[in-house]
């Protein structure tokens, strides 16, 4: 949503509130609702130096999870109690130009970051091309790079694995409206509740007559000292605000304007709201009522242990998507919009009705001038969204999958393919995963799975006719060592895009198995290792033991040199995803042809 400057016209407006620590059992007890996006990017900033290093150290998910918890830990020892934590799990259709200009400031932030290397590499004496610079890294003088890849859901995983796993919810919208909801349904319990979010837009909700408080993540204080336990809040009370007004929405409707102040704003503001040019469609996105009877259901859901997916949001977002679809009537299909306007679920395609999926990939720190790390893991994610496709009745449906080519965001279609294509699709993917699966049975655990994972991601690029890296970039990626240069990062972005495909092949069929689809050898990826266990296990093999495993399959003398494919040519069924007729046991036989 957004408001421009929005924040800086009302911070004024807010109360600092000194709260002691009452602890856990204290019968003095204020209901708290948590924007579980804000705070989880609130805890990777409060980390950010030591984040920016982690970038070449490989991110810590763990850790990030584990400051989480804590920190809603010590909001309930201040009298709090915690009865929601949301996350979006998908986004209406006028956030996608928003999502695009956020991929893109991503992508203008790694060409950033490569141009900054450049320079001073070329002005520090004994520096390579490829090398990172140390002393960007070390002195934070880096520009300030997104948050890693998957963040938000290795909270969600953490949450669910937590005391906090019946309160936190990915929800079917974006996470402040339900928490707005969920204030109000409090409200009616006959409790006034607390918000703690990092999102303005949430104190200008109509939140149906309800007293809520809005405290800021970011301006919440912690002291703790051998006489004094406090926390420090910033409170907004939109109720107070209003002064007599049903809600802040006409001030929030003037002050789009980005000159006029609050003051202002409610000088002007009127009752008779339908005077205000587009206020209508203005005021829809923040009524609070409409996301209730939504919210009403996912606790029925969960009270009766109904199916709820607990699914990653870029992978639930397609999902709702597909389960949105309504089939139109001819005469609903004449007039709908035409199927390049990719605004609309839904178009027309010579005379036929075409659906349109959507999936948006975060963006991975690697180098920009190099091609996408997203090329690797296609396989996985292809049998993913062919799955879902096929959840669609008509026969005219896409799935536009979205991630950086070269420095602009570039969606690829992909298109439905028939029930026996995409079993056929399935079968080849989990045949191959599990050969890799079977090779590394001496491992156990994440051990077994990294190994597996980097040795898919190496065919892939082999596959293309890439150079595959060195036995010592190989074994930094796996055994977390630092990561000195662009290529070594290069090979961390395929490692975690290999993995997230698995990851996102991994989810639809649980979802699938839930709705009562059950495809054979679906169960195979049922224990890949979560996000943060994924990326900061493997404890178990030493740095001499994995130099060791990987010398196996990749022979020092042909490492950094460009291999033919080791796979066939992919071969594109007529409307669907790729397909590939991989199925040796050892992609890297090509090296040992090419030594003969």
């Not at 141009?115 to 590499?121: C, G, I, P, S, T």
């Not at 802040?248 to 000159?259: S, W």
């Not at 996105?285 to 870029?314: F, H, K, S, W």
């Not at 879902?388 to 080519?405: K, Q, T």
Request: proline letters at 6%; one cysteine or more.
């Amino acid at each position: 949503m957004g408001i421009l400057n929005f924040w800086t016209r009302i911070k004024q407006y807010g109360a600092l509130r000194v709260i002691p620590q009452t602890g856990a059992e204290s019968s003095q007890i204020t209901p708290a609702i948590i924007d579980g996006p804000a705070l989880a990017h609130n805890v990777f900033e409060s980390l950010r130096h030591k984040a920016n290093r982690s970038v070449v150290t490989q991110f810590n998910y763990a850790e990030v999870g584990q400051k989480v918890i804590e920190w809603l830990d010590k909001l309930a020892l201040h009298g709090y109690e915690i009865q929601g934590i949301f996350f979006d799990g998908a986004l209406p259709d006028h956030k996608k130009q928003t999502r695009n200009e956020r991929m893109q400031a991503s992508i203008d932030k790694l060409v950033k970051s490569r141009k900054a290397h450049d320079v001073a590499n070329k002005s520090t004496p004994g520096y390579h091309s490829d090398e990172l610079n140390a002393s960007l890294v070390a002195d934070g003088d880096l520009p300030a790079w997104a948050p890693p890849p998957f963040l938000v859901p290795a909270v969600v995983e953490a949450l669910f694995s937590s005391r906090y796993a019946k309160c936190t919810w990915v929800v079917k919208g974006e996470a402040d409206e339900y928490c707005a909801a969920a204030a109000t349904k409090v409200w009616q319990n006959g409790s006034p509740a607390t918000v703690f979010t990092n999102d303005s837009d949430l104190i200008i909700f109509d939140l149906h007559g309800a007293y809520v408080r809005i405290s800021m993540i970011k301006e919440l204080k912690f002291h703790e000292t051998e006489e004094l336990k406090v926390a420090e809040v910033l409170e907004f009370e939109p109720a107070v605000m209003a002064r007599g007004l049903d809600s802040l929405l006409p001030m929030a409707y003037l002050m789009q304007d980005r000159n006029v102040s609050f003051e202002q704003a409610f000088s002007l503001a009127t009752s008779n709201r339908a005077k205000l040019a587009g206020y209508q469609e203005f005021e829809a996105r923040y009524l609070a009522r409409r996301t209730v009877p939504y919210l009403e259901d996912l606790i029925y859901c969960r009270r009766t242990g109904e199916y709820l997916p607990q699914l990653d949001a870029r992978i639930m977002e397609p999902i709702f998507q597909a389960q949105d679809y309504k089939p139109a009537s001819p005469s609903q299909a004449e007039g709908m919009t035409p199927a390049h306007d990719t605004t609309s679920p839904a178009g027309v395609v010579g005379g036929q009705e075409k659906v349109q999926l959507h999936l948006y990939l975060p963006t991975l720190f690697e180098d920009p001038a190099k091609g996408s790390a997203w090329r690797v893991g296609e396989f996985s994610r292809r049998t993913a969204e062919v799955l879902i496709l096929n959840s669609v009745s008509v026969p005219a449906v896409s799935l536009l999958e979205y991630r950086r080519s070269g420095s602009i965001v570039h969606p690829a279609e992909i298109w439905k393919i028939s029930k026996s294509e995409v079993e056929e699709q399935l079968t080849d993917c989990l045949s191959i995963l599990r050969a890799y699966l079977q090779d590394e049975a001496r491992l156990q655990g994440v051990s077994r799975w990294r190994l597996s994972v980097m040795k898919l991601g190496l065919q892939d690029l082999a596959g293309q006719g890439k150079a595959l890296p060195s036995i010592e970039s190989v074994k930094a990626v796996l055994s977390r060592e630092p990561l000195s240069t662009w290529g070594m990062i290069l090979l961390s972005a395929v490692f975690q895009a290999q993995f997230y495909s698995l990851r996102m092949l991994k989810q639809v069929l649980q979802h699938e198995k839930q709705l009562g689809k059950k495809w054979e050898d679906g169960g195979l990826l049922d224990d890949l290792p979560g996000i943060a266990e994924f990326f900061g296990g493997g404890e178990e093999v030493s740095r001499g033991e994995w130099e060791g495993l990987v010398e196996e399959f990749l022979p020092r003398e042909k490492a950094e040199e460009p291999v033919a494919p080791v796979v066939a040519a992919p071969v594109k069924p007529s409307r669907g995803g790729e397909r590939t007729g991989a199925t040796k046991s050892n992609p890297f036989a090509a090296l040992e042809e090419m030594e003969e």
